[in-house]
């Protein structure tokens, strides 16, 4: 009965932006850790973004820092991804994660529950 719905992918060109959304149903949204992991062909899942439960802690690898923002509405139950000075590289499936706290945010098995994702292309 947990379900999660990614919205807002599609194509822009380099140094444009997007602004990525993920609907959560059927949890407590506010007692979990949500974050974002992307997935290209030929290359591993990589986690994005990490946000806690309270919203104070966010969490970035190098090759995103500066350029996106994690942020949740919990009134919402809805997690969003802003993503600005897109490159090339950033094309991938974008995927929804949530659980509890415990495990490193960017391990695939911290997370109980994810969405299906939604796909950016970054290209001219």
């Known amino acids: 009965q947990v379900h999660l719905v990614e919205s807002g992918g599609g194509s822009v060109q380099p140094g444009g932006s997007l602004r990525l959304s993920c609907a959560a149903s059927?949890?407590?949204?506010?007692?979990?850790?949500l974050a974002w992991f992307r997935q290209a062909p030929g290359k591993e899942r990589e986690g994005v973004a990490y946000i806690d439960s309270l919203g104070i802690v966010k969490l970035y690898p190098g090759s995103v820092k500066g350029r996106f923002t994690i942020s949740r509405d919990n009134a919402k139950n809805t997690v969003y991804l802003q993503m600005n000075s897109l490159k090339p590289e950033d094309t991938a499936m974008y995927i929804c994660a949530g659980g509890t706290a415990g495990g490193r945010w960017d391990r695939q098995s911290s997370y109980a529950y994810w969405g299906q994702g939604t796909q950016v292309t970054v290209s001219s």
């Open positions: 059927g949890i407590t949204y506010s007692n979990y850790c």
